[in-house]
């Protein structure tokens, strides 16, 4: 493709166009197959099949070789606007019943129908001028997906690909992928016993020792930099009475996705979300003007109905920990607010190693409540707070919150995936639903503004990304087991287990291999484990007290005595540094 025409096309209309090329091949290799629907991804394309068989791997080379044919044979894309009836007929001949479903949702009396000598697909386009445009692509996996989505009806065969203008960006993609899957967090997280699921326990996370260890310091991090930046932390039961979610509108927009309990014959809802809670701590007191903002924090345990066929790892889960904040502030507040949370933003992103993230900016949509003028100031708030910070945003119009305009943050991993995780959300809502009030300097009641922020968000999901961020290789502040001590001989396992004393008094995690194993097994062991820092002792460092110092991360061997060996660990411990 010359460099001109790919210009003009668009990547979603391309891949588009190559899942249009891919159904096409599945049809003239399985003549009897049944379309699915077929529409382009953020990293590619599927198209879904009712085939008869489970397709094999030998089956999607198959496919992507008759793919090859149909790109070779230069096809052009040609669009039909055909009438309902002309449509039925070719479908009903066609004997394609899911296409037929489709039709039949469609309310306008002519639709469009897209050709490829023989191969025709009920599309509104638009698609690229011929197949031979396309220049680089690959079949990836196929997976099982409910027929639109619904769970009553038919599972049908998934078949994921993708599809760029050159064949460096598909391979660059490739490597991503494979490198994805060394990083598998489900897959690191049994290798590392971090944390396990069960069939007792669908969709909810078993933490080990490990596992915890690591989840605590993230949770000490946090709560120490949060106290750094005012914010009192609070705690709110898990289950609360029905009526409270009526209020809050959750029962009425959520209800499918709780979980309810009956006490004394009365009906209760376990948390799916901490804001309501949260509220009820702030009504709890009468609250002046001089007190505002009131910044109540809380690592909140919540419960959300999800299905079995989206759970995924620590990433979709159905219990989980979100750190949710709850900022109540005066509208001129707003800004400074704003830029406060930013600020924080910044500084535990860094703290993670999260150096590039996407912000955007989701003004009003049109089902919203509250005046033109309170929405106008409030996003020109969050645009002026962004602006004073230099940081360049987009804008996505109308995507906001039915209760005001939002910031999402979306961070970037080592291999540039982008995960949304922190939110900064303006409410006129709640305020209004649970009557919020504080006495202004004029001795009048005034209804506060709730920001509502979340930073790491899911905290089990915020794990899962850091695993695969780092490969399960954490940084010594945050890995579970920081140091192995590993004796040469046992004649050196009491001067090893007075280190292992010495370490654990000084709040650094240590474990002992005093196994009766090889030296270069042991170390190889460790490595596995991914731990930082083995600390190996022998004769020559029993009598000198020092250790001899081997890092995961540098390989390099370093004779220290013990107290600097403490220095060396407490500065990379304290300071967060990626030793």
Request: glycine content about 6%.
């Amino acid at each position: 493709m010359s460099q001109n025409n790919q210009l003009k096309i668009d990547l979603q209309v391309y891949r588009h166009s190559t899942a249009h090329i891919m159904a096409a091949a599945v049809l003239n290799l399985f003549p009897d197959v049944k379309l699915g629907i077929g529409p382009a991804t953020e990293d590619g394309f599927y198209y879904d099949f009712d085939i008869q068989h489970p397709l094999s791997p030998e089956d999607l080379q198959l496919i992507e070789a008759e793919m090859l044919k149909i790109i070779k044979r230069k096809v052009p894309f040609q669009h039909e606007n055909v009438s309902k009836e002309v449509a039925r007929a070719l479908l009903e001949k066609a004997k394609q019943d899911y296409k037929l479903e489709l039709l039949n949702d469609i309310s306008e009396n002519e639709v469009t129908i897209y050709r490829n000598a023989e191969f025709f697909d009920l599309c509104r386009g638009p698609h690229i001028e011929s197949t031979g445009d396309i220049v680089a692509f690959k079949i990836i996996k196929v997976a099982g997906a409910y027929w639109r989505g619904n769970e009553s009806n038919k599972m049908l065969q998934r078949i994921y690909g993708t599809a760029f203008f050159t064949k460096k960006e598909l391979d660059d993609y490739l490597y991503m992928l494979e490198e994805a899957k060394k990083r598998d967090h489900r897959k690191l997280g049994k290798e590392l016993d971090l944390f396990s699921f069960q069939e007792e326990g669908p969709g909810f996370v078993f933490w080990h020792p490990k596992g915890m260890s690591l989840y605590n310091k993230i949770l000490d991090y946090w709560k120490q930099v949060h106290k750094k930046y005012d914010y009192e932390e609070i705690r709110t039961p898990i289950i609360l009475h029905e009526n409270l979610w009526h209020q809050s509108g959750h029962w009425d927009n959520y209800r499918e996705n709780m979980y309810f309990v009956t006490i004394d014959d009365q009906s209760y809802a376990i948390k799916p979300m901490n804001c309501p809670g949260g509220i009820l701590v702030y009504k709890n007191a009468n609250h002046s003007y001089k007190e505002l903002p009131i910044k109540l924090a809380e690592l909140g345990l919540v419960h959300r109905h999800e299905r079995s066929g989206v759970l995924h790892g620590l990433f979709r889960v159905r219990q989980f920990t979100q750190d949710d904040a709850h900022i109540y502030c005066e509208p001129s507040q707003i800004e400074d607010e704003i830029i406060n949370i930013i600020s924080l933003v910044e500084e535990i992103y860094t703290t993670f190693d999260f150096k590039n993230y996407d912000v955007e900016l989701s003004t009003r949509p049109a089902k919203s409540i509250g005046s033109d003028e309170v929405w106008s100031k409030a996003e020109v708030a969050l645009q002026n707070a962004l602006s004073r910070k230099n940081i360049k945003f987009k804008i996505n119009a109308g995507d906001g919150a039915f209760y005001g305009p939002k910031i999402d943050f979306h961070v970037k991993d080592c291999l540039g995936r982008s995960w949304q995780c922190g939110t900064i959300q303006l409410d006129f809502s709640m305020p209004e639903r649970f009557d919020l009030t504080f006495v202004g300097q004029d001795g009048n009641k005034h209804r506060p503004v709730m920001i509502h922020r979340a930073i790491l968000g899911s905290i089990e999901r915020f794990i899962g990304i850091l695993i695969e961020h780092y490969a399960g290789a954490f940084p010594l502040w945050l890995a579970p087991v920081q140091v192995l001590i590993i004796p040469i001989g046992e004649r050196h396992n009491e001067y090893a287990a007075e280190l292992v004393a010495f370490l654990k008094e000084n709040n650094v995690a240590v474990k002992l291999d005093s196994r009766n194993e090889k030296m270069g097994y042991k170390i190889r062991e460790a490595e596995v484990k991914k731990i930082p820092y083995m600390l190996v002792v022998g004769d020559k460092e029993m009598e000198t007290r020092s250790v001899s110092i081997r890092s995961k991360k540098k390989g390099n061997i370093e004779i220290m005595n013990i107290n600097e060996m403490l220095n060396k660990f407490s500065l990379a411990i304290n300071n967060k540094l990626d030793e």
